[in-house]
């Protein structure tokens, strides 16, 4: 008989450690583990390198995360209107932070403009064109002109500008080929697919592989400025406004000018 207890009691342990167990494995499955604090920031495509350093040197301070969506603006302002989640949005023109904010898309008072950039006519390296004037884009010898796309791309829309200004936006539409991005614009060039391209002066440290023929004058288009600000749907706003603090840092200010950009005064 007391063979028997003990052997019973022994089985009701066993169960009981067995229970505890699996119910120990139910709760570590279940339980949330803390997340890593991330922050997501949807940018203009010309502040991709810039950004990719200044990104790693505040993750290595502040040991948060920045994930980053790189398109021409106007496509991340329609991606935003349509509900994509971001944390952070910096442009290449203020037109796309501006329609944001009529649709209360934005965080009051978060705007920050942040850098200035230059429009220039870029050609390959080896290409024997010379540019003294604008004018000199109407020559037989430049057949095809990229630039961004005016609805899409703000250096298009620039680039736009510039050309009207000069009187040479109709005489130019039959050389004209438009780039998805100021990325993709310069691209035309260094594949030979085009002559000439109008990119922004930041664009001239990606690669060796080009040369500046000319350098748009600034009253010929609106200035180009980036403007970064908090999205209203950030669930870390206050993040958010430290991120956008330190992209006026110091540290950061090294590294856009690096890049060819130049802080706002």
Not at 144 to 159: D, F, K, L, S
Request: proline letters at 4%; glycine letters at 4%.
């Amino acid at each position: 008989m007391l063979k028997a207890k003990i052997m019973h009691r022994t089985f009701k342990s066993l169960t009981a450690m067995c229970l505890l167990f699996v119910f120990g494995l139910f709760l570590g499955c279940t339980t949330d583990k803390q997340k890593p604090i991330e922050l997501s920031v949807f940018a203009a495509i010309s502040l991709t390198d810039a950004l990719g350093e200044i990104g790693a040197a505040f993750t290595a301070e502040s040991g948060i995360k920045v994930y980053y969506n790189f398109e021409a603006s106007t496509t991340l302002q329609r991606q935003l209107e349509k509900g994509a989640s971001a944390d952070v949005f910096i442009s290449a023109s203020p037109r796309q932070v501006v329609a944001l904010e009529t649709n209360g898309l934005t965080e009051a008072e978060s705007r920050q403009d942040l850098l200035t950039n230059q429009l220039v006519l870029v050609a390959d390296e080896t290409a024997e064109i010379s540019v003294k004037t604008p004018d000199n884009l109407a020559i037989p010898e430049i057949s095809r002109i990229a630039i961004g796309h005016p609805n899409i791309v703000p250096a298009g829309t620039y680039a736009k500008e510039a050309l009207t200004h000069f009187r040479l936006w109709e005489t130019l539409q039959p050389k004209l080929i438009f780039g998805m991005d100021v990325r993709a614009t310069l691209a035309y060039v260094t594949a030979g697919n085009v002559d000439v391209a109008i990119v922004y002066k930041t664009d001239t440290t990606l690669t060796e592989a080009i040369k500046v023929l000319y350098a748009l004058p600034s009253e010929a288009y609106t200035p180009i400025i980036y403007p970064a600000v908090v999205m209203k749907s950030s669930q870390r706003k206050q993040l958010a406004r430290r991120f956008i603090t330190y992209l006026q840092s110091m540290q950061s200010g090294e590294i856009f000018e690096k890049h060819g950009f130049t802080f706002l005064d």
